[in-house]
T-cell receptor, first 114, second 110 residues
């Protein structure tokens, strides 16, 4: 079974631009979560989607948004990019949003904001 | 607040045993996960504990004490490929929202 896939793998943007990242979960998985990973802050939860609904949101500004489609694929968008948004963005999928479900991570999208 | 602490770095010798500790203070608790992350790669799942006690899986074991807010990951018969960061994460009660510690970077030497 194929793992979680994320596109693109690498991205370079300039301040003020916006970016859209894509995540395809493991087949059959319906819950998708997004995390930001930076050397200084580690892994931080952005948001989680299940059945096309955002179920939970982390402490990030409104510039960070996301959505989930009927096939469980998810996208996240960051508008008005700032230098501090440079990070590895990881998507994780699980069968359901139940707390005991293991989340499986994709390879991530490395975003560099210049 | 939510706080998860683990040592920043550890070193160990090939073939030895190492224990990576994790202490947590979270507003809720629905289980604790350990992930391994090699440099430049995605985190991969190692173990899950929700009840007190020891869970063993091959060379890796994980222990949980909910009353003490404490967990450890035990790696036996260390191999060079075990050099990686080990992330402790708590599901604090909101669906799939995991709160991660900063990670412990383990270096295994010959």
């Amino acid at each position: 079974k194929a793992g979680v896939t994320q596109t693109p793998r690498y991205l370079i943007k300039t301040r003020g631009q916006q970016v859209t990242l894509s995540c395809s979960p493991i087949s059959g998985h319906r819950s998708v979560s997004w995390y930001q990973q930076t050397p200084g802050q580690g892994l931080q939860f952005l948001f989680e989607y299940f059945s096309e609904t955002q179920r939970n949101k982390g402490n990030f500004p409104g510039r960070f948004s996301g959505r989930q489609f009927s096939n469980s694929r998810s996208e996240m968008n960051v508008s008005t990019l700032e230098l501090g948004d440079s990070a590895l963005y990881l998507c994780a999928s699980s069968l359901s949003p139940d707390s005991f479900e293991t989340q499986y991570f994709g390879p991530g999208t490395r975003l560099l904001v210049l | 607040g939510q706080n998860i602490d683990q040592p920043t770095e550890m070193t160990a010798t090939e073939g030895a045993i190492v224990q990576i500790n994790c202490t947590y203070q979270t507003s809720g608790f629905n289980g604790l996960f350990w992930y391994q992350q090699h440099a430049g790669e995605a985190p991969t799942f190692l173990s899950y504990n929700v009840l007190d006690g020891l869970e063993e899986k091959g060379r890796f074991s994980s222990f949980l004490s909910r009353s003490k807010g404490y967990s450890y990951l035990l790696l036996k018969e260390l191999q060079m490929k075990d050099s990686a960061s080990y992330l402790c994460a708590v599901n604090s009660g909101g669906y799939n929202k995991l709160i991660f510690g900063a990670g412990t970077r383990l270096a295994v030497h010959p």
